[in-house]
């Protein structure tokens, strides 16, 4: 493996937890059903349901394929951390691949007890998109008549999302690359939320809270495992670009 000494981090703006968990604690305490219904009416139509619902790109490429192709990239970097125990050039990228592995793995599984947690109905499943169930904000009492969702956070869109800590991983050792990483991160996240929104599986203000969720997630791993301080003169702006 190629050889890369441990870097020093580029300055880390206390903006990139505080401005997304505000943004992300809004999502929770303002109810966004006006938004998300408006949104989600786009691809619906009364009689006929939501246009993406058994679309096969949707369905079998972008929701099974595209998310199984994810799972077998952390499974190579958590396969690369465990050779690393055993291989002496590999040991420099032990503690970055460990945490590729977790960041990867808390944004996932996080989201998926939040689902459990929260139980938001998707779109499909309430009555103003043909469902059988009341729309409840997430805070507001769930009749107990009926059954509790798991639509909030959205869990696929939590796959496109995890791969947040890829950029962090490159963001000390390439930064040029991770910026292009985190513009790839940002559109696959985004396609894979936009196809579970046309097939009536989640409104916008689920995909948002997972993107914001699974940001955070890989940014606290990264400032606890990676984050390094310079301890030489202090780079100009033009130096950390």
């Known amino acids: 493996m190629i050889q890369a000494p441990t870097p020093s981090s580029r300055a ?3 903006l990139l937890a505080i401005v997304p968990a505000v943004v992300l604690m809004a999502l929770v305490l303002v109810d966004t059903s006006a938004v998300d219904f408006a949104v989600e009416g786009w691809f619906y139509t009364a009689g006929d349901g939501f246009i993406g619902k058994h679309a096969w790109v949707l369905e079998d490429f972008m929701h099974d ?16 951390w465990m050779v690393s125990f055993s291989r002496r050039q590999w040991q420099q990228w032990r503690r970055p691949l460990g945490y590729l592995v977790l960041a990867m793995g808390l944004s996932t599984g996080i989201v998926t007890h939040l689902k459990d947690l929260t139980g938001v109905h998707c ?5 103003e998109f043909g469902g059988p169930y009341t729309y409840v904000h997430i805070l507001d009492h769930k009749p107990e008549a009926e059954p509790r969702g798991r639509c909030w956070p959205a869990g696929h869109a939590a796959t496109g999302f995890s791969l947040f800590a890829l950029f962090f991983f490159l963001r000390d050792r390439r930064p040029q690359l991770a910026r292009r990483v985190l513009i790839g991160v940002l559109t696959f996240g985004s396609l894979l939320a936009l196809g579970r929104m046309i097939q009536g599986a989640h409104f916008l203000s689920h995909t948002v809270a997972t993107g914001l969720i699974a940001w955070l997630i890989c940014l606290g791993c990264y400032r606890v495992l990676l984050y390094r301080r310079s301890s030489g003169p202090v780079r100009t702006a033009a130096q950390e670009a």
């Open 65 to 80: 394929f595209l998310k199984k192709a994810v799972i077998v990239f952390a499974l190579l970097a958590l396969l690369a």
């Open 123 to 127: 779109p499909w499943d309430i009555k």
């Open 12 to 14: 880390l703006s206390p």
